[in-house]
């Protein structure tokens, strides 16, 4: 009688069929499943260099705002522009660094909730848009998508269809521009790259020897 050896479909790298037998005879797929703790990711923690000096301490960003939603449970109202710099009392713009869509249910009937995490001080969305684009947040791996969801997040909010202009350079507001000329949406002012040259003129001071 001869006997044919079956050569297994596939095969998993590092792992021994005949342990897996094993460990399944043993009842180990069986065990209880052991209670591991929880990793704690958003710790403020320090690190020290050897000799006792301190290197780094991690701080979190936008901890007034976060306070004021966890108290109030709504966004906050007024503040100072990141991008203007003018004083503002309406609602408290700002980019969106994650987002999420949640289903809920209400009256029998399901509904989407878009939630989304901001983060920032603006008096308007062409402002925040502004901001991102001049100060070019792209580079950072977490805000990828800033713009894209930033878009989505000012045609849910103003359910609008209109597309988002950046405000005008805040280098134009007072001078030359008012700020109702600055806030004009009608208005675009791109920037070129005329530079006007004026010759210097230096005094000399004429002595006879």
């Given at each position: 009688m001869t006997t044919k050896s079956i050569q297994p479909s596939f095969l998993l790298k590092y792992i021994q069929?005949?342990?897996?037998?094993?460990?399944?005879?043993?009842?180990?797929?069986?065990?209880p499943i052991p209670t591991k703790a929880k990793i704690?990711?958003?710790?403020?923690?320090?690190t020290t260099r050897q000799s006792g000096a301190t290197?780094?301490?991690?701080?979190?960003?936008n901890q007034t705002q976060v306070d004021?939603?966890?108290?109030?449970?709504?966004?906050?109202?007024?503040?100072?522009?990141?991008?203007?710099?003018?004083?503002?009392?309406t609602e408290v713009i700002?980019?969106?660094?994650?987002?999420?869509?949640?289903?809920?249910?209400?009256?029998?009937?399901?509904?989407?909730n878009h939630l989304f995490w901001v983060e920032g001080c603006h008096c308007s969305y062409s402002c925040c848009l502004a901001f991102i684009k001049h100060f070019n947040i792209h580079q950072d791996f977490i805000l990828h998508d800033v713009e894209i969801l930033l878009r989505f997040l000012y045609k849910l909010d103003c359910n609008t269809n209109d597309n988002l202009l950046p405000a005008n350079d805040f280098r134009l507001l007072h001078n030359p521009l008012t700020?109702?000329?600055w806030r004009q949406k009608q208005t675009q002012y791109t920037?070129?790259?005329?530079?006007?040259?004026?010759?210097?003129?230096v005094t000399y001071m004429k002595q006879i020897c």
């Open positions: 069929p005949s342990d897996l037998v094993k460990k399944y005879k043993s009842g180990y797929f069986n065990r704690v990711l958003d710790t403020v923690r320090t290197l780094i301490q991690f701080i979190k960003s004021h939603y966890v108290k109030n449970h709504s966004p906050l109202k007024g503040g100072r522009c990141d991008y203007c710099k003018q004083d503002f009392s700002g980019y969106p660094i994650s987002y999420e869509c949640q289903p809920a249910l209400i009256d029998e009937r399901y509904h989407m700020p109702e000329e920037r070129t790259n005329h530079v006007t040259k004026i010759p210097g003129q």
